[in-house]
C-alpha cells in the first residue's frame, strides 16, 4: 500500500492579521503546487484519493495539484488535518481506505506533522532521498511511501520504504518557481 504526503506550497504572510487557517498561497506557491502535478503526471506516480486541510493554503495546493495531475482525483477536505500529529494523520489515511484494495492515499497538510510522520515511516529507501527528507520537508514537497499490507494504526516506526522524495527545487523548471 502507499501513501503520499505532500505538504502545502508556499503560503502567503503578507496579511498582517488574517488568521493562519486563511492564509492564502504566495505566487511561488500558485505556481509550485500545478508544476508538481505536471512533473509527475509524466512518471509512474499514481493517487485515488487526495485528503486535505481545510486551511486556504492547503486546500489550494491540493486542487491546483489535482488539476494539473489528473482532476479526476477526489478531494476531500479534512479539518482533523489542520495541524495534525503523526498519527493521527495515519488514522485519517486508514479511515479513508488505505491498507484496503490498493487504495493510495494522498495527505495534504502542515509541519511539523508532515515531516513528524514521514521521518516515523521512513525506514529504508535511496539513501540520498532519506537524508534529504531527514533533514528539511520544505513547502510543496511530496514524500511517497510504500508500506507493508496491515491495519495502518499499527505500523510501527520505519515500517515504510520512501519511494520517492520530490520538492519543487528539484523539478527541471525551478528556476521559474523561484521567481
Known amino acids: 500500500m502507499r501513501l503520499i504526503l505532500l505538504r502545502h506550497a508556499k503560503s502567503s504572510w503578507d496579511t498582517p492579521g488574517l488568521r493562519d487557517h486563511d492564509r492564502p498561497l504566495d505566487p511561488r506557491g500558485e505556481r509550485a503546487a500545478p508544476a508538481m502535478g505536471r512533473h509527475l503526471s509524466d512518471s509512474d506516480f499514481r493517487v485515488d484519493r487526495v485528503l486535505t486541510s481545510t486551511a486556504v493554503r492547503a486546500m489550494s495546493t491540493a486542487l491546483a495539484f489535482v488539476e494539473a495531475f489528473d482532476p479526476r482525483i477526489p478531494v476531500l477536505e479534512r ?32 509541519n511539523p506533522g508532515m515531516h513528524d510522520l514521514a521521518l516515523d515511516l521512513c525506514g529504508e529507501g535511496d539513501p540520498r532521498q532519506v537524508r534529504r527528507l ?29 519511494v520517492r522524495f520530490l520538492r519543487p527545487k528539484d523539478l527541471p523548471d525551478a528556476d521559474i518557481l523561484r521567481l
Open 79 to 110: 479539518r482533523d488535518l489542520y495541524h495534525a500529529d503523526p498519527w493521527d494523520m495515519l488514522e485519517i489515511a486508514r479511515d479513508a481506505g488505505l491498507g484496503r484494495d490498493d487504495v493510495r492515499i494522498m495527505l495534504v497538510g502542515h
Open 134 to 162: 531527514e533533514k528539511k520537508f520544505p513547502t510543496g514537497a511530496l514524500a511517497e511511501f510504500e508500506l507493508p499490507d496491515a491495519d495502518p494504526t499499527e505500523l510501527g516506526e520505519g515500517a515504510g520504504r520512501l
